[in-house]
């Protein structure tokens, strides 16, 4: 059975750190392309950062760039997200997903709130 | 970017008749294009990936059509479990974008 866990969420004041977590099983993870989505507070989906397998492409929407940055470690199986000054917009539920095409599993998500 | 937008943004059936979502792109997206359906509380799940072909587990009720820039969910009789809400997503360019759903009620 696939599984992704989610965690590192919480609550952090605006300009701070936090780095979120992923941690895979029941699929083979290095064949994946692997993308953390969220999903502000009643709002719509939206995709946030995507890693090839093997780590070779990056993309991040415009309104991250600069301030997350997306990694893997194969050996762990577990995907990552580093969150760099944090707004009070960042606040929402992150998702990692995965998939060959489309985004075939889902974790449960981890909240981040913003505020001071 | 490319602009994917959802219409209608709610839509009221009643358990057994058929629903028909639409999801319009700005530009082409091909058949790069996703349906998930996310229920109150849970992570979205995903119904339908190029365009038209079923995600593993979806029952045959759900079925998906369209390329370019005009796509179509349809779910042809909908059971109580169905209601949701419903995104399209584009997967042709980067950056990956969402519609912005459809929330199908009961009626």
């Known amino acids: 059975e696939v599984q992704l866990v989610e965690s590192g969420g919480g609550l952090v004041q605006p300009g701070g750190s936090l780095r979120l977590s992923c941690a895979a099983s029941?699929?083979?993870?290095?064949?994946?392309?692997l993308t953390w989505v969220r999903q502000a507070p009643g709002k719509g989906l939206e995709w946030v950062a995507n890693?090839?397998?093997?780590?070779?492409?990056?993309y991040y929407v415009d309104s991250v760039k600069g301030r997350f940055t997306i990694s893997t470690d194969n050996a762990k199986k577990s995907l990552y997200l580093q969150m760099n000054s944090l707004r009070a917009e960042d606040t929402a539920v992150y998702y990692c997903?995965?998939?060959?095409?489309?985004?075939?599993?889902w974790g449960l998500g981890t909240l981040v709130s913003v505020s001071s | 970017e490319v602009v994917m937008t959802q219409s209608p943004a709610t839509l009221s059936v009643s358990p057994g008749e058929r629903a028909t979502l639409s999801c319009r792109a700005s530009?082409?997206?091909?058949?790069?294009l996703a349906w998930y359906q996310q229920k109150p509380g849970q992570a979205p799940r995903l119904l339908i990936y190029?365009?038209?072909t079923r995600a593993t587990g979806i029952p045959a009720r759900f079925s998906g059509s369209g390329s370019g820039t005009e796509f179509t969910l349809t779910i042809s009789s909908l059971q109580s479990e169905d209601f949701a809400v419903y995104y399209c997503?584009?997967?042709?360019?980067?950056?990956?974008?969402f519609g912005q759903g459809t929330k199908v009620e009961i009626k």
């Open positions: 997903a995965g998939g060959v095409v489309a985004l075939d599993y």
């Open positions: 029941g699929f083979t993870f290095s064949s994946y392309w």
């Open positions: 890693i090839k397998q093997g780590g070779s492409e990056k």
């Open positions: 530009q082409s997206v091909s058949s790069n």
């Open positions: 190029g365009a038209s």
């Open positions: 997503q584009q997967y042709n360019n980067w950056p990956l974008t």
